[in-house]
């Protein structure tokens, strides 16, 4: 995933760190970090202000910091399990201090530099193997923009008044032991670019809200959500959304189709999917990685798929597709791995052949092409599953013209006749 976002956010709290210490000559410092964390698959980023010895300008200051102090100190009280010691500095009322928490200067409500505070800007708990719930009280740190837990032990679910949280950017959960219904409360968070709840034991469905959120990364993999992907999936603006590993059920929704060309990687597989690949994909997208892998799928292969110029890693594998492949999308200029296997494929063309001596992943075994080994033995190729299935599939054009070289050719065309 592109993290320059982040970066970039980074170099300007750098600065804002360096100015702080200028004007109000903080002892200790304040210091800027990026703590990278594992957790349930990918890198995350903390960022915090991590100020010693704040020194409170008034009213607005004593008040965040109070509240910072009763919304810690209620749950320090629900962590049942620290064998790292952590909490052992969770002790007072300079919460700045706190292991695991960042702090941040921000404004007064006029905009007054002058008036600077410390507040609670982040919380990184990252492989910290707590064990406990997490408390309502938390929703006082309304300037917080991550919190980070993934690889502990918490359990229960996400109160409903972590809705107060508008500031918070990134919200990893992943790698616990969090239950009950899609936690709600992310739905109203304005803020939120980056949701990760994956490796923890989610179930119900998926709300369509949550494809309608301004999201770069969404992470719901490997829980046990249920139910039909919402038909509205094509509206995400994510680059990157996993949906692997549930019990997902019904067919891909014809959207996915016509996502834009922000969308670089998504995972359908492990499910419980039936239907067929919908028609459009890759006609707008910048894909470079489908993995549609051990569902149900049925039909043939869409030749839109052909438009995923930039695809490295294409997983078809362990589905009922059939058909045969074709050479459009067996010359991929990108294609590291094209994996077919355990399908109901009936051949491949002469592009395709070529795979085998270009250095590319390519997986045909347990198909039903003739001339090839490891394939199903014939009676199960009597009959291929699906065979009733309609798919949708729209006459496309020979050459395909992929809508992003298509949209990005109109706005050339329109540039140049605006010109004078």
């Excluded at 969308?263 to 890759?282: R, S």
């Excluded at 014939?378 to 006459?395: A, D, F, K, N, T």
Aim: hydrophobic content about 40%.
């Amino acid at each position: 995933m592109d993290n320059t976002w982040r970066l970039a956010f980074l170099m300007i709290l750098t600065l804002h760190s360096t100015t702080i210490v200028a004007e109000f000559g903080v002892v200790g410092g304040v210091g800027v970090g990026v703590g990278v964390g594992n957790g349930g698959g990918g890198g995350v980023v903390w960022v915090g202000g991590g100020v010693n010895n704040p020194q409170p300008s008034g009213s607005s200051s004593e008040s965040k910091l109070d509240g910072a102090y009763t919304a810690l100190q209620a749950w320090k009280s629900a962590i049942t399990d620290d064998p790292k010691k952590i909490l052992g500095t969770w002790v007072g009322p300079n919460v700045c201090s706190y292991k695991g928490v960042f702090c941040d200067f921000t404004e007064d409500e006029m905009g007054a530099s002058a008036s600077a505070f410390p507040v609670v800007a982040g919380i990184d708990l990252n492989h910290a193997n707590l064990q406990g719930t997490l408390v309502k009280e938390l929703s006082l740190l309304t300037d917080m923009s991550l919190f980070h837990l993934n690889s502990n032990r918490f359990t229960g679910t996400v109160p409903d008044e972590f809705r107060d949280l508008d500031s918070l950017e990134e919200f990893d959960l992943s790698n616990n032991q969090f239950s009950g219904s899609f936690p709600s409360a992310t739905l109203y968070m304005p803020s939120l670019i980056y949701l990760d709840l994956r490796f923890n034991y989610f179930s119900g469905t998926i709300p369509q809200e949550l494809f309608y959120k301004n999201l770069d990364a969404l992470f719901l993999n490997n829980n046990q959500f249920e139910g039909e992907i919402p038909q509205n999936l094509g509206n995400s603006p994510a680059s990157v959304i996993n949906l692997a590993n549930n019990k997902l059920s019904g067919n891909i929704p014809a959207s996915f189709g016509f996502m834009g060309s922000k969308l670089k990687e998504i995972l359908f597989l492990n499910n419980q999917l039936t239907g067929c690949i919908p028609e459009g994909v890759g006609l707008f997208t910048e894909i470079q990685v489908l993995d549609v892998s051990y569902n149900t799928l049925m039909g043939h292969v869409p030749d839109t798929l052909s438009c995923l110029q930039d695809i490295q890693v294409l997983n078809l594998a362990h589905n009922k597709l059939s058909g045969e492949l074709s050479d459009v999308i067996c010359s991929l200029r990108s294609l590291a791995n094209l994996t077919v296997a355990y399908n109901f494929f009936s051949g491949f063309s002469q592009q395709c052949s070529r795979l085998f001596f270009r250095n590319v992943g390519f997986d045909v075994s347990l198909n039903c092409i003739p001339g090839r080994d490891m394939q199903r033995p014939q009676p199960e190729c009597s009959v291929i599953p699906g065979g009733s299935l309609s798919c949708l599939r729209i006459p496309t054009p020979k050459p395909l013209v992929c809508g992003s070289l298509a949209v990005s050719a109109s706005k050339h065309t329109n540039s140049t006749s605006s010109s004078p």
